[in-house]
């Protein structure tokens, strides 16, 4: 049986629907894009490299957060959602707690494709489960998003 999965990503940094933070007015913005099937199995391989490297540096930029960012920095995960019909989507969670090997934030995209998730919602997920990590910095710049970086140039 061939299940088909309909997944969005985010391509940017979030210049997002909802975030606790403000963001430098020339952020940059979200790409959102949809696609089913075997194109998940081929975005899977081909970011692969991207989030090993956004894993790799992950425990500095945990430091980094844990010991307090600069003033108008916003720290965010990129995580992957998935619903009860099979459908999924990446979207960037502002956070706001790590303990225990679990992060905690608010989701900071509205949401398109997956059911039972909204902007703004609380959610937590296991630090070994995201896809990435962004420091947004109040200049419009940022650091991380290895995965978001890539997939602006990525073709389905």
Not at 3 to 25: D, G, I, K
Not at 29 to 38: L, N, Y
Not at 90 to 104: D, L, M, P, R
Request: some cysteine.
């Amino acid at each position: 049986m061939l299940r088909v999965f309909l997944m969005a990503l985010v391509l940017a940094c979030p210049s997002v629907a909802y975030t606790q933070s403000t963001l430098a007015p020339n952020a940059p913005e979200d790409k959102p894009v949809g696609f089913t099937g075997d194109q998940h199995q081929r975005l899977l391989k081909a970011v692969a490299p991207y989030m090993a490297q956004a894993r790799k540096t992950w425990p500095t930029a945990k430091a980094n957060y844990l010991k307090g960012l600069p003033p108008k920095h916003v720290f965010f995960v990129t995580v992957e959602l998935a619903d009860m019909r099979g459908k999924r989507e990446i979207t960037f969670v502002e956070v706001q707690k790590i303990e225990n090997g679990i992060i905690t934030g608010l989701i900071a995209n509205e949401i398109s494709t997956v059911s039972g998730y909204k902007a703004g919602q609380r959610f937590s997920i296991a630090e070994a489960e995201i896809w990435d990590w962004t420091i947004s910095k109040p200049d419009g710049t940022e650091d991380g998003n290895l995965v978001g970086k890539f997939l602006e140039t990525y073709k389905l």
